[in-house]
């Protein structure tokens, strides 16, 4: 709902003097044919409900495009879109709300077939939480680069074709002694993945990348 409001604002708002949905800088931006058009609908509900007077004289489109009217970047419309960040905050709660912490017993099962809203907020709380722990020890520490894990990321699209071609075959899939048996889902699984990791790193290696 919020995502619409934003959406419905931003492209449909007409904006006098400006064209509707306009996102660009004003000032000498688009050859200078929308000097007062800074921010479009966000800049100009916020000069109309708050006034000039309340916002950034200079704010950074003022450096490089010039732009002569005040224009905050922390606006109202703006406020929209990270209130939705700071929901993807709680998505952890979501999930121990609509799972209770369970397998099955939940409100809503985690169910990756349906994609059931349960799936979603486990699976995206999983992710930001690794990157937490991830963004100070790769990024800001510099205590592990990553590897090997970056070398299938920097061949993503060569390692996706790859298992889809060759995932009935030897040595990533084998006949397993009990079919229903996790375990040996699992240990195939990790196996196939390695394999995968090894041959990305070989093409980083001899610099082999499939791009589009």
């Given at each position: 709902?919020?995502?619409?409001?934003?959406?419905?604002?931003?492209?449909?708002?007409?904006?006098?003097?400006?064209?509707?949905?306009?996102?660009?800088?004003?000032?000498?931006?688009?050859?200078?044919?929308?000097?007062?058009?800074?921010?479009?609908?966000?800049?100009?509900?916020?000069?109309?409900?708050?006034?000039?007077?309340?916002?950034?004289?200079?704010?950074?489109?003022?450096?490089?495009?010039?732009?002569?009217?005040?224009?905050?970047?922390?606006?109202?419309?703006?406020?929209?879109?990270?209130?939705?960040?700071?929901?993807?905050?709680?998505?952890?709660?979501?999930?121990?709300?609509?799972?209770?912490?369970?397998?099955?017993e939940g409100f809503i099962p985690v169910?990756?077939?349906?994609?059931?809203?349960?799936?979603?907020?486990?699976?995206?709380?999983?992710?930001?939480?690794?990157?937490?722990?991830?963004?100070?020890?790769?990024?800001?520490?510099?205590?592990?680069?990553?590897?090997?894990?970056?070398?299938?990321?920097?061949?993503?699209?060569?390692?996706?074709?790859?298992?889809?071609?060759?995932?009935?075959?030897?040595?990533f899939q084998w006949r397993l002694q009990?079919?229903?048996?996790?375990?040996?889902?699992?240990?195939?699984?990790?196996?196939?993945?390695?394999?995968?990791?090894?041959?990305?790193?070989?093409?980083?290696?001899?610099?082999?990348?499939?791009?589009?």
């Open positions: 709902m919020l995502e619409s409001i934003w959406l419905a604002l931003t492209f449909f708002l007409p904006v006098p003097g400006c064209p509707t949905g306009y996102l660009g800088p004003g000032g000498i931006g688009d050859l200078g044919k929308y000097p007062n058009c800074t921010g479009g609908a966000a800049g100009y509900i916020d000069r109309l409900l708050l006034g000039d007077d309340h916002l950034y004289q200079h704010p950074s489109s003022n450096v490089l495009y010039h732009t002569k009217v005040a224009y905050d970047p922390e606006g109202i419309l703006g406020t929209i879109n990270s209130i939705v960040m700071a929901f993807l905050g709680v998505q952890g709660l979501i999930s121990v709300a609509f799972t209770k912490i369970s397998e099955n169910n990756k077939n349906l994609w059931s809203i349960s799936y979603v907020t486990t699976l995206s709380s999983f992710a930001f939480f690794i990157l937490f722990i991830l963004y100070p020890v790769v990024d800001v520490k510099g205590l592990w680069t990553g590897a090997p894990f970056f070398y299938p990321g920097m061949n993503s699209i060569l390692v996706y074709v790859g298992h889809e071609v060759f995932h009935n075959y030897f040595p009990d079919n229903q048996s996790h375990k040996e889902h699992l240990i195939q699984n990790v196996v196939a993945t390695a394999v995968w990791v090894l041959i990305a790193y070989i093409l980083y290696k001899k610099k082999i990348f499939w791009k589009i």
